[in-house]
């Protein structure tokens, strides 16, 4: 089946850009989505990509796909400290079913 | 309105109760989840509804058993729970139309079993 994996942690200074990095095992996900939880809270989609695209821009979130190397990205630029959250990116299995990485904490120092 | 509401926001229940987790979703959703998520851990699929038929079924233990009544209420009921069971409960929906499976999320029911 499929297997996601991220980084476990990410800190940065206020205003600084953050970069999450996520992998995948399986090549025909059609698509890749990003959610971001925050302590307490439920899933908050965040931005998707199709896999035949390798970038999408969405205000201050940038994601790139390497579909040849299975490597996603998240950049969020000018990072504040309203964005310090857990952050997951999922894959699409085909079978309606996603399956997420571990989650990579965003700490946000002031 | 991208809204999925899950009730109760927090539940605690001993062994030997049965309670329910209920939500609802009005975006004209056909597929809706069930998901499992124990701290510091990604979510765990459980069951999956598309069309109001239980199409997964992630080998789930018989003391939680889903319902869907129609196509914007699903519910988990629960009985006979072991402490282990204790987790956030996140129920998602989506439109599962054309290989698209964007998920929309409730906040979860932090079930604590005693």
């Known amino acids: 089946g499929e297997d996601v994996e991220q980084s476990l942690f990410l800190s940065v200074r206020e205003g600084d850009s953050s970069v999450i990095n996520c992998t995948y095992t399986?090549?025909?996900?059609?698509?890749l989505y990003w959610y971001k939880q925050e302590p307490g809270a439920g899933l908050q989609l965040l931005t998707y990509?199709?896999?035949?695209?390798d970038m999408k821009q969405d205000q201050r979130l940038t994601v790139l796909l390497n579909k040849k190397d299975k490597h996603l990205s998240l950049r969020i630029a000018d990072t504040q400290t309203g964005d310090s959250a857990i952050y997951f990116c999922?894959?699409?299995?085909?079978?309606?079913?996603?399956?997420f990485g571990s989650g990579t904490r965003l700490q946000v120092q002031p | 309105d991208t809204e999925v509401t899950q009730t109760p926001k927090h539940l605690v229940m001993g062994m030997t109760n049965k309670k329910s987790l209920k939500c609802e979703q009005h975006?004209?959703?056909?597929?809706m989840y069930w998901y499992k998520q124990k701290a510091k851990k990604p979510p765990e699929l459980m069951f999956v509804?598309?069309?109001?038929?239980?199409?997964i079924n992630e080998s789930v233990p018989s003391r939680f058993s889903p319902e869907c009544p129609n196509s914007s209420l699903l519910n988990l009921h629960l009985h006979a729970l072991q402490p282990e069971d204790s987790a956030l409960y996140l129920c998602?929906?989506?439109?599962?139309?054309?290989?698209?499976?964007?998920?929309?999320f409730g906040a979860g029911t932090r079930l604590s079993v005693l």
């Open positions: 998602a929906s989506s439109q599962d139309r054309g290989g698209k499976n964007i998920q929309y």
């Open positions: 399986d090549s025909s996900s059609t698509y």
């Open positions: 990509i199709f896999s035949n695209m």
């Open positions: 999922a894959a699409d299995t085909g079978r309606r079913a996603l399956t």
């Open positions: 975006m004209g959703h056909r597929a």
């Open positions: 509804y598309s069309y109001e038929k239980l199409s």
